[in-house]
């Protein structure tokens, strides 16, 4: 068996073997390598001339391939050695073999950077989808930047009183005294204790869904409001007392009914444009309303009489909702600003706007607790508001159109809203995160949401009247009676029977 060289693949005319990698060479080739670089070239381990090991052989020849027998194949070798002698062929074998180290060194660092690249590629993905989800969470939870500090109005001078009763009109703003927030937060304490108590349980004289599936109508009357501009735009029942139904009409006209009697209790009129807000106030004769014309107005339900009227805004009120005290309204405009006033005052305690957000408020709900509230834009944003610092500490976005209706559920944990999208959404209060969404037929147009008292059912009033059972989120009951759009629903006690209102100008109620 012939030797062979481990650097030119050839037979070595002097071979010699390194002890380091066991490996034979041509003598003057290992020795060029060692005087350039100092190491065996098979292993890379330190080597001297010294340390070679010639092996004694007898003459070696060289095999020859059949093809080099011929004249002509022998001249073209004589001519080949000959040019390779010339051109230093050993320095050309040592650089090849140097080369070819050099490849499969750059060939492994190629490979080693390319999966490093990739594993970045991966950790750069991960990290952008957290930074992204870190940025939206504290958008929605860190209080906006922009929000305007409540600043006292100019006060304007309170009107007396004149032969006919006209009331007070005052818009100057208090502020939030310490006396007041202590009293929202002594309020709050009550509430939350009272809930915890409460606990999961549900009211014995609760109606259930079965039953509430059989509900019909069983009265409807249209003579409340003026036949000349019809419509009845708003309504709201006493909570201690849902015999006595509230509603606002396109008539200018608030309007007191008694549900047992069947009979009109009072005609409030002062508004001089449409009423689009009604509250009944749950333990005072008292009821609150709210008009286009900007103004708020307090009405004596055993007087017929307006007693107080808030200039709170200078453009159309949206929304008006009732503090759990009793005590103090809240209101929202296409002004963009939201306003907390006193009933009894009449006077704004505060007034505040998110400048960054530059949007008309469409409506404004009060929390069970009365520390939060919410509000809707007409840029299809909710934004939750806290009372006590008058900061925005969260957003909800989801609703693509304006948001036309909010309401809290008894529990604390669960908001509805409704906007122009043909949707309604329910938010968990906890993990701030829309957690169902209804979706309701093409075009359809939510007016208004409320939960029963025990935060069981869900009232949608819009292009008809559906009620859905909280938790499982299915429709129990679908009316479609009114010939217009239904603009209010509210529920009687333990949900014993279900009032409507709508822009067919009648008022309608469903029982068994």
Not at 175 to 186: A, F, R, V, W
Not at 204 to 219: F, I
Not at 242 to 259: E, H, S
Request: aromatic content about 6%; proline content about 4%; glycine content about 6%.
């Amino acid at each position: 068996m012939s030797l062979v060289c481990a650097i030119s693949n050839e037979v070595p005319e002097h071979p010699c073997v390194s002890p380091v990698s066991n490996q034979v060479f041509e003598r003057r080739l290992i020795e060029k390598f060692i005087a350039e670089n100092g190491v065996d070239p098979m292993n890379g381990q330190p080597l001297s001339e010294e340390q070679l090991i010639d092996i004694k052989v007898s003459h070696p020849i060289r095999p020859k391939a059949a093809s080099a027998t011929s004249i002509p194949a022998i001249l073209k070798s004589l001519q080949d050695e000959w040019v390779i002698l010339f051109l230093s062929c050993d320095a050309v074998m040592l650089h090849s073999f140097t080369l070819r180290q050099q490849l499969q060194t750059t060939r492994q660092e190629l490979s080693h950077a390319l999966y490093q690249h990739d594993a970045a590629c991966r950790v750069i993905a991960r990290l952008t989808k957290e930074v992204t989800a870190a940025r939206e969470a504290l958008a929605t939870l860190k209080p906006q930047a922009g929000l305007v500090a409540p600043q006292a109005m100019p006060a304007s001078q309170p009107a007396t009183g004149g032969a006919g009763g006209e009331p007070m009109e005052v818009s100057e703003q208090v502020g939030m005294t310490p006396e007041i927030i202590q009293k929202l937060q002594d309020k709050a304490t009550v509430l939350t204790t009272e809930r915890k108590k409460r606990g999961k349980t549900v009211p014995e004289e609760l109606v259930r869904a079965e039953d509430l599936s059989k509900y019909r109508q069983v009265a409807s009357h249209a003579g409340l409001h003026s036949a000349s501009v019809p419509g009845i735009l708003c309504m709201d029942l006493c909570p201690s007392d849902t015999n006595k139904v509230l509603t606002g009409g396109a008539d200018k006209n608030v309007v007191v009914f008694d549900k047992k009697e069947e009979q009109i209790i009072a005609t409030l009129k002062g508004h001089t444009k449409k009423v689009t807000s009604v509250i009944y106030h749950p333990s005072q004769s008292v009821v609150f309303s709210a008009s286009p014309d900007s103004t708020i107005r307090v009405w004596s339900v055993t007087g017929g009489n307006c007693v107080q009227v808030v200039r709170a805004h200078e453009a159309s009120v949206t929304g008006l909702s009732l503090h759990a005290t009793g005590d103090y309204l809240l209101s929202s405009s296409e002004d963009q600003y939201w306003a907390f006033s006193d009933i009894q005052t009449g006077r704004v305690l505060t007034k505040v706007t998110d400048e960054a957000a530059g949007v008309a408020l469409t409506c404004a709900q009060f929390h069970p607790d009365g520390l939060i509230f919410g509000t809707g834009t007409a840029d299809s944003q909710i934004k939750i508001w806290d009372l006590k610092e008058r900061t925005n500490v969260a957003n909800f976005p989801g609703h693509s159109g304006p948001v036309t209706s909010i309401a809290f559920s008894e529990n604390g944990y669960y908001l509805a809203t409704g906007a122009q999208d043909s949707s309604v959404k329910l938010w968990d209060l906890r993990k701030l995160k829309n957690f169902k969404t209804i979706a309701l037929d093409n075009n359809y147009e939510v007016k208004s949401l409320v939960f029963d008292q025990s935060g069981t059912y869900l009232a949608v009033g819009g292009s008809d009247i559906r009620v859905y059972i909280c938790k499982q989120w299915s429709e129990v009951l679908n009316f479609s009676d009114h010939s217009g759009l239904v603009t209010g629903v509210a529920f009687g006690d333990n949900a014993q029977f279900l009032s409507s209102a709508g822009m067919d100008r009648s008022l309608k109620f469903y029982s068994l």
